[in-house]
């Protein structure tokens, strides 16, 4: 259900039912979601407004969800929040293209590029080369934000992005020139820094104080805020100069200051968007199962349409190896259907007339007619996309450090800067009759100014690009901030069975026979030479296996989904379940307790009879995976406890729980109940990890603290995870935990590090004695600091990361499209 905007425009929400009594709930998407701090100032700012009593908000996918009253609130007065706040919002049900996000990026690439050029000249215009200290900021930047704006123009080609990288130094090479020949004097060398650090602030960076002005007025006091306050700061501190109200006051010191902190709030900004913008859409892989167009049966013709035109009760046709459109209802025809979609198991289904099929599974042999049942949002897929989404959003997340520590330092940073701006004006005046007017101002402009701690939005970005390339090293994929932080605090790690804790093929394991193994193998095999069903190629491959010639069969007939019968070298055979051919007269009872033997032992019984007679029984399973034992092993020793969550039978399910230690096994298990189960683990706030590799999984690897999929599994399987086993080794989890750990404690290092130069600073700057150029200084030192720390001796982690994004997503890396 849905509402429309008071205004007639397009609407911009979706109403969900709510879990709260007497609630609503709306659904919203938001665009200009940069970093975790967004997500902050939206649960904030949104969470104060009476009626609202629950937000949660999902960065990935750039959307919230609202649960409040009714009776109190309007949706209308909800969103003009949001777009108040500075955030762009989207029609709920359209997806937005990864293009966009891409986009997106390029364009905060571009607003980095103009806030580099501006750095750099206002460097040149202040510079005093007299030692090291004088060359550290300028040969940071250079060193750093070069080499990065190379890189963003890169996908130009190597001269124009050469080109576009000298273009941005050299308005700073002539600044230095004309200063050092004279021609630029203090004044003018004054009014020069204003402009670039006015430009910079309104023209460059006008969303970061479109959304401070919000979130002040709000009372949040998050880095949009305190990044404005040291750049006002530092162009009062520039216009006091240039007033000449205060004697010798340092002017372009301090409009470039100003430039300096915006252009690192804004390399931090990007910095964040590429990390997140290399996470591809979960939701997009999704609704690319679905057919853009269906071929619909009208009056004996087929009309190929629009999949938005499909209604219900229409006809619609699909052929072997095409997807199917919509969900229905078989009419017409036979075929089998791989459904793994739905199950998680590898095995296809046979669907004849009256059989229901689900849109987005493939038809494998032949021909259907369908009449169609559910489409658009009453489509399984649509269902599945809801439930992805609602996980993602409604994660319990982590409280992210960053934001913790804000909460904290910024009002403290405000405090001591007016502490220090009235302790100068009343103890001088106290001290010796007269207020120092100059000092006061000097020290408390240069709180504010060393106040801003500019490195701190780049500290978990460098790090997760240091993981996520030591990781790709070692064959994983760490897609997410949940990889990086929250991993190494999971207790509970739920895994999958089918193509994760087992190899996800079907095939021979034992021969049960009456007569003989060669003649029950080959009769079988034989009779289901002509089935394009799994477990009978699987049985026609164990025969060519053992080098068996095949008798031709004759008057083949298939059953759905029960088994089949032929005529083979003269006798009258029928091959599939054992109810099946007994209810076909055939008496198993002398092979009962066998049947029950390895059913329990997790098998696929298959009986072969000839002439009313039995030849014993074919036993198929999937085996557990080499690796599975010791991966086991690892998690248990790491003091995680392992749940076992399958689509499968309960007989099956209990074999592999028993084989590998796993004493909490929960079986047949549809997609949104793995999701709940999930959900179940995490109640008592303990960290869950789910590992799986199929569609039915996603909505449970998305609700997760940390999702983590087999690199053999479905696209969307690995789009919905966090993590990605591109190996295919079941260890590398264990590995990849390990990696997050070591993640987040460098992330811990970075925001110390990122608060260290401030914290000494700070006190220095309520002396009124410390120079503006000081704190330019205290910005250098921790960047590079954090870059070292995070990037270590491989700079070429950052380039590559910044490469790969619009040249294939994770997925692409992990396996091939299917």
């Not at 996908?155 to 000298?166: N, T």
């Not at 006051?249 to 290399?278: D, G, M």
Request: glycine letters at 10%; hydrophobic letters at 45%; charged letters at 20%.
């Amino acid at each position: 259900m849905t509402a429309p905007l008071d205004t007639g425009t397009e609407q911009l929400w979706a109403e969900e039912p709510s879990h709260l009594a007497g609630h609503a709930r709306i659904r919203a998407r938001i665009a200009g979601l940069h970093c975790s701090l967004c997500t902050g100032t939206i649960e904030k700012a949104l969470g104060r407004q009476p009626g609202v009593d629950k937000v949660a908000v999902s960065l990935t996918h750039e959307q919230a969800l609202i649960d409040y009253d009714p009776a109190m609130i309007r949706p209308e007065q909800i969103l003009g929040t949001l777009r108040d706040i500075g955030y762009d919002l989207y029609d709920p049900r359209k997806l937005r293209p990864f293009e966009e996000e891409e986009a997106d990026l390029v364009r905060e690439g571009k607003r980095l590029l103009a806030a580099v050029g501006a750095s750099l000249t206002a460097i040149a215009l202040i510079l005093e080369v007299s030692g090291v200290w004088s060359v550290l900021v300028p040969a940071s930047v250079v060193v750093l934000m070069v080499p990065t704006s190379y890189a963003i123009l890169r996908p130009a080609g190597r001269v124009p992005a050469l080109l576009g990288a000298l273009a941005i130094i050299a308005p700073a090479a002539v600044a230095y020139i004309a200063r050092e020949a004279g021609i630029l004097g203090e004044t003018a060398t004054g009014w020069l820094t204003g402009v670039l650090a006015v430009a910079v602030v309104f023209g460059v960076a006008p969303h970061i104080l479109r959304m401070a002005y919000q979130a002040a007025r709000r009372r949040i006091l998050n880095q949009h805020v305190l990044l404005e306050v040291g750049a006002f700061a530092g162009i009062a501190g520039g216009v006091i100069g240039l007033s000449g109200v205060l004697p010798d006051y340092p002017t372009a010191p301090f409009f470039a200051v100003t430039v300096l902190v915006a252009n690192y709030h804004i390399f931090s900004e990007w910095l964040s968007l590429l990390v997140k913008t290399r996470s591809s859409q979960a939701v997009k892989k999704l609704l690319d199962l679905q057919p853009d167009t269906a071929r619909l049966v009208r009056g004996g013709t087929e009309e190929e349409v629009p999949l938005g035109q499909v209604a219900v009760s229409d006809l619609v046709r699909i052929r072997p190896g095409e997807r199917i459109p919509v969900d229905g209802r078989v009419i017409d025809g036979c075929s089998t259907v791989d459904l793994s979609l739905v199950t998680g198991e590898p095995v296809p289904v046979e669907r004849g007339a009256g059989d229901e099929v689900i849109g987005g599974s493939i038809n494998l042999s032949g021909t259907l007619v369908l009449e169609a049942t559910r489409v658009g949002a009453d489509s399984f897929l649509a269902q599945v996309v809801r439930h992805v989404e609602d996980a993602r959003a409604l994660k319990p997340g982590i409280l992210h450090l960053v934001d913790r520590v804000l909460r904290i330092y910024t009002p403290t940073v405000l405090v001591v800067a007016a502490v220090a701006l009235l302790g100068w004006v009343a103890g001088s005046w106290l001290a010796a009759g007269e207020p120092d007017v100059r000092r006061a101002v000097f020290a408390g402009l240069g709180v504010l100014v060393m106040g801003y701690p500019c490195a701190v939005g780049i500290a978990a970005p460098l790090a997760i690009v240091r993981a996520a390339g030591e990781a790709a090293d070692l064959g994983i994929i760490m897609r997410t901030g949940e990889a990086f932080q929250t991993f190494g605090q999971v207790r509970r790690i739920v895994l999958d069975k089918t193509g994760t804790l087992t190899e996800g093929r079907p095939a021979v394991r034992e021969l049960a026979a009456v007569t003989g193994e060669d003649d029950l193998l080959a009769t079988g095999a034989a009779a289901e030479s002509s089935s394009e069903h799994p477990l009978a190629r699987a049985i026609v491959d164990a025969a060519t296996d053992r080098g068996l010639v095949l008798p031709a069969a004759e008057r083949f007939r298939s059953i759905t989904g029960l088994g089949v019968s032929a005529r083979v070298a003269g006798r009258d055979v029928l091959v599939g379940r054992p109810g099946f051919v007994t209810e076909r007269g055939v008496d198993l009872g002398r092979l009962a307790a066998r049947v029950d033997q390895l059913e329990a032992a997790g098998r696929t019984v298959v009986a072969v009879t000839a002439d009313g007679e039995p030849l014993g029984l074919i036993a198929l399973g999937d085996d557990i995976r080499a690796d599975a034992v010791e991966a086991l092993t690892q998690i248990r020793d790491a003091g995680l406890t392992p749940v076992l969550v399958t689509g499968d039978n309960e007989r099956a399910a209990r074999h592999v729980g028993d084989e590998l230690g796993i004493t909490d096994v929960r079986a047949g298990v549809l997609p949104e109940g793995k999701a709940d189960i999930v959900r179940e683990l995490q109640r008592d706030g303990t960290r869950v990890a789910m590992v799986g590799d199929g569609i039915n999984d996603a909505p449970a690897l998305m609700q997760a603290d940390v999702g983590i999929a087999m690199g053999s599994g479905t696209d969307i399987a690995v789009e919905s995870a966090d993590i990605i086993i591109v190996r295919d080794d079941l260890r590398a989890v264990m590995t990849a935990r390990q990696i997050s750990r070591s993640s987040y404690r460098r992330t811990r290092q970075n925001v110390a590090l990122a608060f260290l130069f401030n914290g000494i600073g700070i006190p220095a700057a309520t002396t009124g004695l410390v120079y503006p150029v000081w704190a330019m200084i205290a910005m250098a030192l921790s960047v590079t600091t954090i870059f070292i720390n995070s990037i270590g001796g491989r700079p070429s982690l950052l380039f590559e990361a910044i490469g790969s994004v619009g040249r294939g997503t994770a997925t692409d890396q992990a396996q091939p499209r299917r």
